[in-house]
């Protein structure tokens, strides 16, 4: 018997990726709400400018009006959605089966498949980003509030925001291979991506502090997402939340992987 080619698995899940009705729709529907978000947004502020106080104005910029908490979670839950919906929804139909027979060594799969979610959704991502940023950037010129990708924190903004997809999407693999059932699965993953951490406030416990900086959404939103730091030494730090957003997808790749190998179909 022929071993399967890693480029042909890619293939295969490129396929059944897009082959799920779900993942275009999502992925549509996601990025058309998200830039509507924007530009209600940039639009209200333009339309307020002239009775703004200076104080007011100072903290307007494209990136703040671009992305949000309300767009940064729309993108997590969506993008952590697709990710779980490619693991649960091959489980629901049994052609998880029909895969395993063809490629025994289960990790190839695995892997091709993480390969395939991850740069589609980071490809997602720089789109929404860029959109959003883009559509808020040129509409707010009109007031003269415009800033470059070379200015401080502007690339480090957009690119956070850009991987607040693949890094949703991996972790919703992690927990499609755990739950298996659609609706638990979705459910799960808005809750440890974001119900969850919404709640997570700075306290005057410095090791409670140190546990809330190790959640995505946390680091992005204190940190990462912020155009301009805030001086505070309970906060999570540039650093340290570029490891957060670098651990989480990791460890829910090993998940996925062990999951999948140790748990029958």
């Not at 997590?76 to 998880?96: D, K, N």
């Amino acid at each position: 018997m022929t071993r399967a080619r890693f480029r042909d698995l890619l293939a295969a899940e490129w396929i059944k990726l897009w082959s799920l009705r779900s993942t275009s729709r999502l992925l549509v529907l996601g990025t058309l709400a998200i830039v509507a978000v924007a530009v209600q947004r940039s639009l209200e502020d333009y339309n307020a400018w002239p009775a703004l106080p200076p104080m007011d104005r100072a903290r307007i910029t494209p990136l703040t009006e671009a992305f949000s908490g309300l767009t940064g979670t729309m993108l997590m839950i969506g993008a952590g959605s697709v990710g779980a919906l490619t693991i649960v929804g091959e489980y629901a139909t049994g052609l998880i089966r029909t895969t395993f027979i063809a490629v025994p060594a289960r990790h190839r799969v695995v892997a091709a498949r993480l390969t395939v979610v991850g740069a589609v959704m980071l490809a997602a991502g720089a789109l929404v980003s860029a959109a959003a940023f883009g559509v808020s950037q040129a509409i707010l010129a009109g007031r003269g509030v415009t800033v470059a990708v070379g200015d401080p924190a502007v690339l480090r903004v957009v690119a956070a925001n850009a991987l607040l997809a693949p890094v949703s999407a991996l972790v919703g693999m992690g927990v499609g291979a755990l739950v298996r059932h659609t609706a638990a699965a979705v459910v799960t993953v808005c809750a440890v991506l974001v119900v969850v951490p919404t709640f997570f406030r700075p306290t005057v416990h410095q090791w409670l502090n140190d546990l809330y900086a190790l959640v995505p959404f946390y680091v992005w939103r204190t940190c990462l997402g912020l155009p301009v730091l805030r001086e505070d030494p309970a906060l999570p730090t540039v650093a340290g939340s570029w490891a957060v957003f670098a651990s989480w997808p990791l460890a829910a790749a090993v998940l996925t992987l062990v999951a999948v190998r140790r748990r029958d179909v």
